[in-house]
């Protein structure tokens, strides 16, 4: 079908995610992607973008790897999907075993489900009932702890855990009852040492903690960077200090690394680079590489052996979803995982992170941009109307979007966050592709701005 007639029936009858219904559809020129190869996404027009936000902060390796896709054909020969609940299938279980494998050491349960606000409520779900059916039971440890501006995703429970004003202010009524800490970025002394800016940081945490450490269920956050928060990062030590009030307080730590997972910050998991292990570990997005709806709440052999007993017991965890475990999908993540334990995966990450750092970072002299957040290849560019007076652009005024608007005409797609530019590469971008990336990055928003 053409462009035209595709773009009058998705105006007719989709609704799409985040997005104002009645600006797309005055919209002449809306994105329709056709297919895509390597890090290069083409559209019904013709024309060819570099994949900037990795589609959605989940493509890996780029689109159409003949190694995930030949997977997933072969699979195809056997089956697509049948049932976890009372049966199970070799790709599953397999796929189990890698993560395991792969995951921060005392994790060793995986609880497969479809998308990463799923994995999140799994795990708060399972933190919950844990502290009833645990010995001796602690049934008043029912409260979370969570991050202002933290992100978990927008079924009705992750929300609850989140705190984006903007995304969650209006369900409020909707939801239940969380503690929040200010989120790190939100304190003055970031500008300032590491040192003090943690000491501020724990400070706050430790308060809450002797409130309220005996009525905690769990801490509930994202590693290093709060993501759709705007790219927030946290000071060094920040997480190391939460585990260590969570060992103290007997509280368990469950670790939101939808986006941060598998390598998006230089290291597999973000936590490893605190020295912290969770105890439950919420896993999506690049899971399947960006093919497929997979996600994964691990758990350690603790909590699991908690909800062990006798069919009468009724401490079984009941929860499931129909397309968990689904064999296409994990077969898919079995080869993505497969290409990313090839020598040389985990230390490109890093290369390229130190590129995005040594090309990016310096734009914060720029007269519009107040501040350049990075953790390996994931962070943010905060554009500001005034920056000796800290005025941000009206949300109005689209700035993020007029950058990325910029990106298409240059030949890039990417996504923002209000006034934050959203650095969110594939992680196997090649060099020359990332260099392209990053120059399109400085000229957009140059013209944006000027
Ligand atoms: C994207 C994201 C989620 C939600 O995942 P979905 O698959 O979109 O439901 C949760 N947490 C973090 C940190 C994320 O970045």
């Not at 007076?389 to 209000?418: D, H, I, Q, S």
Request: charged content about 25%.
């Amino acid at each position: 079908m053409n462009y035209k007639q595709l773009s009058q029936k998705d105006k007719h009858y989709l609704w799409h995610p985040f997005t104002q219904q009645h600006e797309w559809i005055k919209d002449p020129d809306v994105t329709i992607i056709t297919r895509g190869k390597g890090t290069h996404l083409y559209d019904a027009k013709g024309r060819k973008y570099l994949d900037g936000v990795s589609s959605l902060w989940c493509n890996v390796h780029g689109h159409r790897v003949p190694e995930i896709d030949r997977a997933i054909q072969k699979q195809l020969k056997k089956i697509a999907h049948s049932t976890l609940l009372g049966a199970s299938n070799e790709p599953a279980i397999l796929l189990a075993e890698k993560i395991i494998q792969l995951a921060p050491q005392g994790l060793t349960r995986v609880f497969y489900s479809d998308s990463g606000s799923e994995a999140n409520e799994i795990a708060a779900k399972m933190a919950f009932q844990y502290w009833k059916q645990v010995k001796p039971a602690r049934p008043k440890k029912n409260l979370f702890l969570t991050v202002r501006e933290g992100y978990h995703g927008d079924t009705l429970g992750s929300v609850s855990l989140g705190g984006i004003g903007l995304f969650h202010g209006i369900f409020g009524p909707m939801l239940f009852k969380t503690l929040k800490v200010k989120s790190p970025h939100d304190y003055p002394s970031r500008k300032g040492s590491n040192e003090n800016w943690l000491r501020d940081c724990v400070q706050d945490a430790e308060k809450v903690f002797r409130k309220y450490g005996s009525r905690l269920a769990a801490v509930h956050m994202e590693p290093l960077m709060e993501g759709a928060g705007g790219m927030l990062a946290h000071p060094w030590g920040y997480l190391k200090a939460i585990r260590k009030l969570c060992d103290r307080h007997d509280v368990l730590l469950i670790l939101d690394e939808v986006a941060t997972g598998f390598g998006r910050t230089g290291t597999m998991f973000a936590c490893e680079q605190e020295g912290v292990r969770p105890d439950l570990l919420c896993l999506a997005k690049n899971l399947t590489g960006g093919y497929l709806p997979v996600a994964a709440t691990l758990a350690t052999e603790k909590v699991y052996r908690a909800f062990l007993g006798s069919f009468g017991s009724l401490r079984t965890f009941y929860h499931g979803h129909t397309f968990t475990g689904n064999q296409l999908g994990c077969v898919a993540a079995l080869a993505n995982l497969e290409l990313m334990e090839v020598k040389g995966f985990l230390e490109g990450i890093k290369e390229k992170s130190r590129m995005m750092e040594e090309f990016l970072e310096p734009l914060v002299a720029h007269p519009h941009v107040s501040d350049v957040r990075l953790r390996g290849m994931m962070g943010g560019i905060e554009l500001v109307k005034n920056k000796r007076t800290n005025t941000p652009y009206p949300y109005e005024a689209k700035m993020g979007y007029r950058v990325c608007a910029e990106a298409k005409e240059r030949g890039v797609l990417m996504r923002p966050l209000g006034n934050v530019v959203v650095l969110m590469p594939p992680l196997g971008i090649s060099k020359k592709n990332l260099a392209y990336l990053i120059e399109v990055i400085s000229k957009s928003i140059e013209s944006a701005t000027r």
